[in-house]
């Protein structure tokens, strides 16, 4: 295990609109509001054809990791959680994976595929001060790691 301190800065209350693209718009504040670091709590709607990473196809032995992905094919109520550190560039990056339920089935998964809003999602963005740590690419998997 690895791990830093930081302290909480500002509380950002956010309401995204129909159709928006989350880590999209999510990344877009954070730049804007000079946020470099930060975790986060979302709920609300998911739009058909959103998409998700739901796994890797093999969980083991394979470098780079593949990714598998999973297409909405209708509207879903999800409830997410996230993190944002800068990369190596200093651009914050969203880490968020989402539950997205209808009926009686729910997928989870990480939404850089591209979650679109249906309607409005709820989200709830804490700053996180004083913590020098940030997403460092691993070449063995493809990932950006956090590095604390």
Known sequence: MKYSQARQGRIFVIR??????????????????GVKAGFLTILGGADSQS?????????????????????????????????IFPDETGRPVLHMHMACGRRTETVTG?????????????????????????????????FKLLRP
Do not use: F
Not at 53 to 75: C, F, T
């Open 51 to 83: 998409a998700l990473v739901v796994g890797p196809e093999k969980s083991r032995g394979v470098s780079p990791v593949m990714p598998m992905n999973h297409i909405l094919e209708d509207a879903h109520e999800i409830a997410g959680t996230g993190t």
């Open 110 to 142: 990480c939404i850089r595929g591209g979650v679109k809003v249906w309607h409005v999602m709820e989200a709830v963005l804490v700053e996180l001060l004083d913590t020098s740590a940030s997403r460092v690419l691993e070449p063995a998997t493809g």
């Open 16 to 33: 995204l609109e129909d159709g928006d693209i989350v880590h999209e718009e999510i990344e877009r504040l954070a730049r804007e509001e």
